[in-house]
């Protein structure tokens, strides 16, 4: 079944490692609503069904949204697809917008899943990373969630910050888990090119972000997640049983998907199209009935790249059956002769035709997938 991916460009203030699109400025946010409710309808062929089985708001803060500006989008999508009676209905959310008002009118829109980007519970870090929000509402966020009977929360923290010490990562670890949140995904910090943050560590404010701090960082988080019950079934993703991210596992095992608003992806099995990063842009064309996107056919080799790059992430690993089956034979004998030297240094487990990352692995997961491409 395919999903829906829904980007809502706003937010308060940028975090200072974002490199998201999304504009401060919430001038416009009419306009863009009006746009978003035409590409959904211009969109509705695109997929080749009308079945939704998950749906995300993601961002920018889609927190933003009223419970009437949610209304209105879901009137506009029950109009073009047939959304699924279970389907999972995400909406991700900053904690300072969670008060208990809004959550109390959320309970009465379609969403039953938020993603709260918590990052940290101290304040320090917070406010070097210039996040909205301080520890006291990201604590109260999921307790307000909870009370109204949001079962079905995950939340985001980061580690590898140079201010976080060992003991902090672990502390929020355990304040995490004593939360009773189903799902945690977590992410080392990256310093990404024209950012705040990277201008701070080009100009000595803030230390760059140190590799081997990292790394034990994630060996605490692996420990700390496995005695808590939480199943690593992505290298970034937790979840107590059965609470994996719907959404997010389709991504990574190539379902389809729409992605509507500006800078949104999409992906239907053949081509991949991203709309345009310009929110001006984007409504102006919208304003003509125009979408506005890049598309690429994908290559049998493009296509395989890419699945092993997301499948080898997972907790279902990389299938040499699959390769074989969707891209060829040829596919599957390359990706296990170039797999050996990591099944030799214990950093690819090959087991009944699959391939999957050892713990050792994980931390070198990008390089070993990028080492199994197929170079055209
Ligand atoms: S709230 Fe999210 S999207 Fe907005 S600036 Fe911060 S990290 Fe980026």
């Not at 406010?127 to 109260?140: P, W, Y």
């Amino acid at each position: 079944m395919a999903g829906i991916y829904i980007h809502i460009p706003f937010c308060k203030q940028a975090c200072n490692y974002c490199d998201f699109h999304f504009s401060t400025s919430l001038q416009n946010k009419d306009a863009f609503l009006k746009a978003l409710k035409r590409e959904i309808a211009l969109q509705q062929d695109y997929l080749g069904t009308k079945n939704i089985s998950t749906i995300y708001f993601g961002g920018g803060t889609p927190s933003l949204l009223t419970q009437a500006e949610l209304l209105d989008l879901f009137e506009t999508l029950n109009k073009h697809f047939t959304i699924d009676a279970n389907a999972e209905i995400t909406l991700e959310a900053n904690p300072d917008d969670l008060t208990e008002i809004k959550i109390r009118e959320l309970k009465s829109t379609p969403v039953n899943r938020f993603s709260i980007g918590i990052q940290s519970f101290y304040d320090e870090d917070l406010k070097l990373m210039n996040r909205a929000h301080n520890s006291a509402e990201a604590l109260n966020a999921v307790k307000f969630a909870q009370d109204q009977g949001f079962e079905n929360l995950t939340i985001d923290l980061i580690y590898g910050m140079p201010t976080l010490t060992e003991h902090k990562w672990r502390n929020n670890l355990q304040i995490a888990f004593a939360l009773d949140v189903k799902h945690i995904s977590a992410y080392c910090l990256t310093v990404e090119p024209k950012t705040a943050l990277a201008q701070a560590v080009k100009t000595g404010k803030i230390k760059n972000v140190d590799e081997q701090q990292s790394a034990e960082q994630f060996e605490i988080m692996l420990e700390g997640m496995r005695a808590n019950d939480f199943v690593q079934y992505e290298i970034s993703n937790f979840c107590k049983d059965g609470f994996y991210s719907r959404h997010n596992s389709n991504y990574w095992l190539k379902e389809k998907y729409l992605g509507v608003g500006p800078s949104a992806h999409s992906y239907n099995g053949i081509t991949r199209q991203w709309n345009v990063s310009n929110n001006g842009l984007y409504i102006q064309s919208l304003e003509k009935n125009e979408l506005n996107f890049e598309s690429e056919n994908l290559t049998i080799a493009q296509r395989y790249n890419e699945y092993v790059l997301t499948s080898l992430r997972t907790i279902w690993g990389t299938s040499l059956e699959q390769i074989k089956n969707n891209y060829g034979e040829k596919f599957a004998k390359y990706c296990l002769q170039e797999a050996q030297k990591y099944i030799a240094s214990n950093d690819l487990l090959f087991e009944e035709n699959q391939l999957f990352l050892t713990d050792k692995g994980k931390l070198i997961a990008d390089k070993i997938a990028s080492d199994l491409f197929e170079v055209e």
